[in-house]
DNA sequence: TTTAGCACTAAATATTAGAGAGTGCTAAAA
DNA sequence: TTTTAGCACTCTCTAATATTTAGTGCTAAA
């Protein structure tokens, strides 16, 4: 109850829209590491933002002047402490779910921390890269069932929601198929592409063939089409006679077409648990919202295509929706993406309340894309 | 809040805990459509409980005498009903969350209404078997793909939960496989069984060999082990020279048997958002339960391999856990079995409160359940 | 055997009072 | 000029109490 205000930001944060944008391309400017200088808030209202989302993401409750002065032993009294929130709140960096409450971070004094106050994200500790490394390289996987784990690491490791998207490869290129006879008129194409990707496809033929000829038309075809991705094989077979190795061809082209294009990113998800039983979804509604987005949400599948051709930044923090997604507002996600640049490519990221802990967020994704990488990087030849 | 009690079974349902089990005995020995005789409810007893049912399972509400009375025309009075209400209450049928309120089933009860009062769940409605055909039909799609569909249409139709396991092979034979060169050291095993699926398999080599090497291998393997188990394979092999093709043949086999046995049933499931709406779930506390339960809970995965292994049975129902699983209190789970007998096999199942439409939940799963095994069956040779 | 009538019960809802938490402001102190 | 003690003020939270409502079980008559 004392978030509700998280839902629908208080005037302050609205009153000046432009900040936000303006402090993120301050950053790029400035050197990385070093203190970026501010005109509006000064070391010391930095500290105390600092510290009062500290305190928020640990104990969810809206946090007073007296409480932060104890808990730090700052050296100044709780007074002074109150005149400067008043002055965070006036910025639109805190906010107060009504007179009487101590204050909250708003979505915009998210940004600012994640972006100015955090300590830098280091990387997990050891035992935790030893823990997850363990998990990984344990068993000998399918790309799935990697995947399926990724997630469920993330999900455990960032004590948040995890979602993990299928990989999705540019311009694959043949390395190997194969035909086999299903039925008379039936067979069924397997397709290896060289980031080792397969894909079989069931395909319904003009005539009756055997499995020998399928072999032969498959020798050839493997000969001829190796290592060419679908538009050289169109192509390559444009002056073949019309037989049956060019009917086959085609459809071998098809499905690596399709293995490109309409290649609609799978999504694993796990630890919802995680999330619900943070005291910000006490509200039913709120969770069913949540469930709704996750499960099956516009956002989630609109926000992947977008980080992925983002290729810059390596990790993406979205908190509350940043006023693009709206099904997003009061949770946050932090989304890295993972592949080789420019030819495979998927997302994996943490989503949680906005009042979540980035660092670990951001560390967790940061370790588990450089694994996933890793993975299919030796997939491939 | 009303339901509360369907949580903790009051007295009278516990005082006959043999009941159900005896009840059902009793349909199976009757013959089917026929109306069993029951010596301990009569006509207007049965008539009242399949109403109080029905109406609960619509309201979700506590259902008076009054109401009932009304709603139906019965053609006598509220007093009556009360009376007969205190006999099924006395018997466990029913039970009253507190003095002053409706009565509600008690799992019993509907253990009762779904052995013998329901009225017979037919088949979907030709409209809804059209539309699902034709989701399923539009394009092709891997098995994976299928499953996924599979649980989303099965949410969509059943307004509840859904799941859907991968299908378990039993004893898988070999159709075809193929051994590609991924580094000098390192080979990919792709392996056909039979039954059209998939296994790719990712190795190490005791010595560098060329893509030349590996199909002169696997064309040999292709000859000696096709249509074998990994059991077959084991034998022919024994007395193998111990060179290359010996080795690669016991990482194929070990790999059939990986597919034959280790194989954990991957489950898709969807629709979570759908059950999470119905008034049940409130308490926020519950929503939880039933998440951790249906995101990754024991009880959901005890219950396919058992269901797997009860040849006999269409569609099993599964009433507030059955006093068998605990974390499944308050829900119910309908499921049934698909693929083709003694060799592939997977389960389609709807989870949801207790209070369900059991009849909708049957006719989906049954529905479903036969069209993957169509899938399944077009898909082998 | 059925039913009208009614006392009784427990929940749900509304009302009120009081306590608690934390602020903003003022005026004095540093 | 900046900081801080003091205090009035605001709003929420909690508990206690009364009121309403729904629906029963029982009795006695039809």
């Known amino acids: 109850m004392d978030n509700n205000e998280l839902e629908n930001p208080p005037g302050p944060a609205r009153r000046s829209p432009g900040r936000p944008r303006k402090k993120s391309t301050n950053l790029e400017e400035s050197t990385e590491g070093q203190k970026p200088v501010d005109e509006s808030l000064n070391d010391r209202q930095r500290e105390l933002l600092r510290l009062v989302i500290q305190e928020f993401v640990v104990t969810a409750a809206p946090v007073s002047s ?14 002074t402490v109150r005149n400067e929130m008043a002055e965070l709140e006036r910025q639109g960096y805190i906010t107060q779910p009504h007179t009487s409450a101590g204050r909250i971070p708003s979505d915009l004094g998210y940004r600012y921390y994640v972006e100015r106050l955090m300590v830098r994200p280091g990387n997990l500790s050891p035992l ?19 995947l399926r784990l990724a997630a469920s690491v993330t999900a455990h490791t960032s004590h948040n929601a995890a979602l993990v998207s ?21 067979a069924l194409i397997v397709l290896v592409s060289r980031d080792g990707t397969i894909r079989e496809q069931m395909t319904a033929l003009d005539q009756p063939q055997s499995q020998d000829d399928l ?3 498959s020798n050839r075809l493997n000969t001829l089409l190796k290592d060419f991705n679908w538009k050289k094989m169109e192509e390559r077979i444009k002056d073949w006679p019309d037989d049956s190795s060019r009917t086959m061809a085609q459809k071998v082209i098809d499905t690596l077409r399709l293995l490109d294009q309409s290649q609609a990113a799978q999504i694993y998800r796990d630890g919802l ?3 619900l039983s943070q005291p910000e979804f006490s509200d039913i509604e709120r969770v069913r919202q949540v469930i709704q987005v996750i499960e099956n949400g516009q956002a989630i599948t609109n926000i992947i295509p977008e980080v992925l051709s983002n290729e810059g930044q390596a990790v993406q923090v979205i908190i509350g929706g940043d006023n693009r997604f709206d099904d997003l507002r009061s949770l946050s996600v932090v989304l890295a993406r993972y592949g080789i640049d420019g030819q495979v490519a998927g997302v994996v990221g943490v989503v949680g309340p906005t009042r ?26």
Do not use: C
Request: proline share 2%; net charge positive.
């Open 66 to 79: 007296e409480a932060i002065v104890a808990k730090y032993r700052l050296p100044y009294s709780s007074a």
């Open 128 to 146: 935790e890269q030893h823990t997850i490394q363990h998990q990984f390289y344990q068993i000998q996987l399918e790309l799935n069932e990697w």
């Open 166 to 186: 299928t990989p999705r490869v540019y311009d694959s290129r043949l390395k190997y198929l194969q035909l086999l006879s299903v039925q008379e008129r039936l």
């Open 215 to 217: 072999t032969t038309i």
């Open 273 to 275: 648990a995680n999330i």
């Open 356 to 381: 979540m802990e980035y660092g670990r967020s951001i560390s967790t994704v940061q370790y588990i894309s450089h694994l996933l990488s890793g993975l299919i990087n030796d997939r491939r030849g």
